[in-house]
């Protein structure tokens, strides 16, 4: 502390560091960043993987399929393409609403591991890392659930 005058003042530093010391003063924020997380990795899919995807598939594009038969040997491959597709755009949208956040985590989450690991992982860990990320960031989303503000929330009620 430092005295100045008759007024006791506490440092700048100190007065963050009795801030940062009580967890309690951001807990009511929770519910917003678990929103601000949802929203965010579902539009950064939705927007950077699942609408290019659907652009190249309506537009008569068949590397993805091409890919899924060529590298995983799948059988119908259009059909595994047109799932990602759906999963990345459809699912998405359900995340960012959050609408069955839980089990839209884990189906983007998957897919998105499954594409890392399958396809990119020759490309190196450059390639795979925002991958693995987002990977990650679905695993705590289906574990922490949608948050206060969510459309699920809305259905079941207070919980």
């Known amino acids: 502390m430092i005295r100045g005058g008759n007024a006791v003042k506490t440092s700048f530093i100190q007065q963050l560091m009795d801030f940062m010391k009580s967890s309690s003063n951001l807990d009511h924020l929770l519910p917003v960043g678990i929103m601000i997380l949802r929203v965010c990795v579902g539009i950064g899919v939705l927007l950077g993987h699942g609408l290019p995807k659907l652009q ?11 890919a899924i ?7 119908y491959p259009n059909f595994f393409a047109w799932l990602v597709v759906v999963i990345q755009v459809f699912v998405s949208l359900l995340l960012i609403l959050g609408l069955w956040t839980r089990p839209s985590a884990i189906l983007i989450g998957f897919t998105i591991a499954y594409g890392v690991l399958n ?18 960031v679905f695993v705590i989303i289906a574990i922490s659930g949608p948050g206060r503000v969510s459309i699920d929330r809305l259905i079941r009620g207070k919980q």
Do not use: I
Request: aromatic share 16%; net charge negative.
């Open 56 to 66: 190249e598939m309506l537009g008569g594009n068949t590397d993805l399929a091409l």
């Open 69 to 75: 038969e060529q590298r995983l040997g799948f059988p």
């Open 119 to 136: 396809f990119h992982w020759v490309d190196g860990y450059y390639r795979m890392e925002a991958g693995l990320l987002y990977s990650l």
